[in-house]
């Protein structure tokens, strides 16, 4: 069995096997409450909101390749995006990319599960802080137990960086995962701006500049394409 | 059958038709041909800051009253404007007004100057009669490319933007691609431009124009010593140049192209000169008039910097008497690692010069800014040039002599005055060795 090498102590370890299974991360609570989204001076045009949230379930780690794979046996789908299974299995650790949100969306339905919005997402990786310091640092290190800032070359298996104060791990700097929300179409502009459904995608990549993507940060991208660092995570409401 | 009397009368008749006939399609002719002239002007217009940029201006020569789409050119850090002269046929006959501008306050940050000098320029090009608002792009390379990004963020005009060899972009400026849904963009990357060609499945990825596209360069032998980067693959992969024509084209949904031929490709005193390995390199030659065999200084530009800070100069030392030839930066020769290829473009400007049946192959001088001492070091001790004067400038004072040291915090490096103290300092050291 290939364990992810970083940030595996022993309960990670057994969090992770429970994790192969499809369905099966483990995930924490958000209590019903309001929680605040967005920043000031963001650019993305979503300032500090107090929003109501009804307590749900989170994934504490993106939907990993093994999960996935075992999804597609499971079932005849196909996927829209360009998800790569070769590279798919020599990674299982990995978190699963290069799939569409009709892709994402399939997977949760098969999980019991569904995909969060960006507000959902937004307020597990601020940890349900207010001022919470929206720009972090995206990138870390192991050496000898202590974590140090170094740049990423490609995308980490999960769990290879230290979780944020409520236990959610790989939140920012590794890949962009998707929402189910809609970007503004305010904010787009041109002829082309309807030619497609633009959703939002969050987390920011390990292409990104570091420090350039916030927690409050709304990425646009069109929901019908895909990326090699683009993929998901699953929530799940109390009653189901 | 009946007969045909012809008389002097009708003679006259015929003759005259014919002649109104001919008079009349040399009139469309020469009409077409007017509307075909496409010309090269050299102009310089000013930025926010008064700051004086120069640049080449490809336009048709009567515009009339029509209106083209037009796009901006900016050269990456090293590089230089006279790159995309190679485009400019290729524009003229899709009939795209084309601004190249000396893009000289580049920086190692974004700062100010680098937006606003990029944003002055488009404004400058939107300004012109002759120009359709909306439809306008640009061509940026490696460094210039997160500079433009920014400068055309908030403005829809530009719709199109050809990306060559880009940096990783910031989040902003992608943010940018998806929400002007008009810009279409094409990247084009080698496999060795660092992320570019990974990042740019990305970058095409989050725009709304069906007409973005990608152009990876897969192979890594290029005809040169030199890996493909920035403006280089004009000269490496040619057929990128019709890539990027024909992308415009189907931006700015030209119908029918103007079929426009330009009657000065080349610039006043621009001559392409051949490195050993055969990379065309323009250079500025200038020799006095009226005299023949003449001394000839190879004068170097600084790394990242063009000819052009040397102008004043070049026009000193060829009042004087001496033939100057003053080639374009191609590729950096003040590393270690780059000193062989360094030989082959330097080789390549001594043979061309002694070529010349004006110039005195006897005497040739070369002078080389201080960082290229590797260059120069090796060169003198294996007495591979075969020239008898090397002046090698220490760096701190080259840069005095040029007055960048205070001109480019205050405005950048193009402001040069060589003063008349300088001058008389390279006169010397010329007339000494050359025995003028």
């Known amino acids: ?124 990786a601020r940890a349900l802080k207010k001022d919470y310091q929206s720009t972090l640092s995206m990138f870390y290190k192991e050496k000898n137990g202590v974590f140090f800032e170094m740049e990423r070359k490609t995308i980490s298996p999960v769990f290879s960086t230290p979780p944020n104060d409520i236990g959610f791990y790989d939140h920012i700097g590794n890949i962009f995962e998707w929402t189910t929300s809609a970007y503004p179409t305010d904010l787009l502009i041109g002829k082309n701006r309807n030619s497609q459904k633009v959703g939002v995608i969050r987390g920011g990549a390990w292409t990104n500049i570091r420090n350039d993507i916030k927690y409050s940060t709304r990425t646009p991208f069109p929901v019908k394409r895909s990326l090699p660092w683009l993929g998901f995570r699953c929530v799940k409401d109390p009653g189901n | 059958m009946r007969a045909i009397k012809i008389n002097s009368r009708s003679i006259k008749i015929i003759i005259f038709t014919f002649a109104l006939l001919f008079a009349a399609s040399l009139f469309v002719y020469l009409s077409m041909k007017k509307e075909r002239d496409w010309v090269i002007d050299e102009i310089t217009f000013k930025t926010r800051d008064g700051f004086e940029l120069s640049a080449f201006l490809l336009r048709p020569e009567n515009p009339g009253k029509n209106k083209y789409p037009s796009v901006a050119c900016f050269h990456q850090l090293s590089g230089n404007r006279d ?58 390379a490696s460094f210039t490319v997160e500079t433009g990004m920014y400068a055309i963020q908030n403005n829809p005009d530009i719709i199109a933007n050809v990306i060559i060899s880009g940096p990783i972009l910031r989040e902003e400026s992608r943010e940018w691609i998806t929400r002007n849904s008009d810009l279409a963009i094409f990247n084009i990357a080698s496999i060795l431009d660092g992320n570019h060609y990974l990042l740019m499945e990305e970058y095409t990825a989050r725009s709304l124009n069906p007409l973005s596209r990608n152009l990876l360069i897969e192979k890594t032998e290029t005809p040169f010593t030199l890996p493909a980067h920035g403006t280089f693959v004009f000269d490496e992969i040619p057929e990128i140049q019709n890539h990027i024509a024909d992308f415009f084209a189907e931006v700015f949904g030209i119908d029918k192209e103007a079929d426009g031929i330009v009657k000065n490709p080349k610039p006043k005193d621009m ?65 270690k690692t780059k000193i062989n290829l360094c030989d082959m473009e330097v080789n390549g400007a001594l043979n061309f010069l002694r070529e010349d049946p004006d110039i005195d192959p006897e005497r040739i001088a070369v002078l080389f800014p201080g960082f290229y001492h590797y260059f120069a070091i090796k060169a003198v001790n294996n007495n591979e040039l075969s020239v008898d004067l090397i002046m090698l400038m220490n760096f701190r004072k080259f840069r005095e002599f040029l007055d960048l040291e205070k001109s480019r915090s205050e405005n950048g490096p193009a402001v040069r005055f060589i003063r008349s103290s300088e001058q008389q300092k390279i006169l010397f050291y010329m007339r000494k060795y050359l025995k003028k």
């Open chain 2, 271 to 335: 001559i392409t000169f051949f490195s050993t390995d055969n990379m065309p390199i323009n250079a500025t030659f200038r020799k006095p008039a009226g005299k023949s065999i003449i001394p000839a200084l190879l004068i170097y530009p600084p790394e990242s910097e063009t000819r052009l800070y040397y102008d004043e100069l070049i026009n000193t030392l060829v009042d004087k008497g001496f033939a100057v030839l003053a080639p374009n930066t191609k590729r950096a020769c003040r590393k």
């Open chain 2, 83 to 140: 790159d995309f002269l190679k485009l400019f046929p290729m524009f003229a006959k899709k009939g795209i007004v084309t601004l190249a501008p000396n893009f000289v306050r580049q920086r190692a940050n974004l700062s100010a100057k680098r937006i606003t000098d990029l944003k002055d320029a488009l404004e400058y090009l939107s300004s012109l009669d002759f120009t359709r608002k909306g439809k306008t792009g640009i061509i940026t």
């Open chain 1, 1 to 124: 069995m290939l364990l992810p090498s970083s940030y595996m102590n022993l309960k990670n370890q057994s969090r992770y096997l429970e994790s192969l299974k499809p369905g099966g991360s483990s995930m924490i609570f958000i209590p019903k409450g309001e929680y605040f989204t967005g920043d000031k001076g963001s650019r993305d045009k979503s300032p500090p909101t107090k929003r109501v949230f009804e307590g749900f379930y989170i994934d504490i780690h993106p939907v990993t390749n093994s999960q996935f794979l075992v999804f597609l046996e499971r079932t005849d789908f196909q996927p829209d995006g360009k998800f790569n299974k070769t590279s798919a299995e020599k990674m299982p650790a990995n978190p699963v990319t290069g799939v569409s949100l009709k892709d994402a969306e399939r997977y949760a339905e098969f999980a019991g599960k569904r995909l969060p919005t960006e507000w959902e997402w937004e307020i597990a």
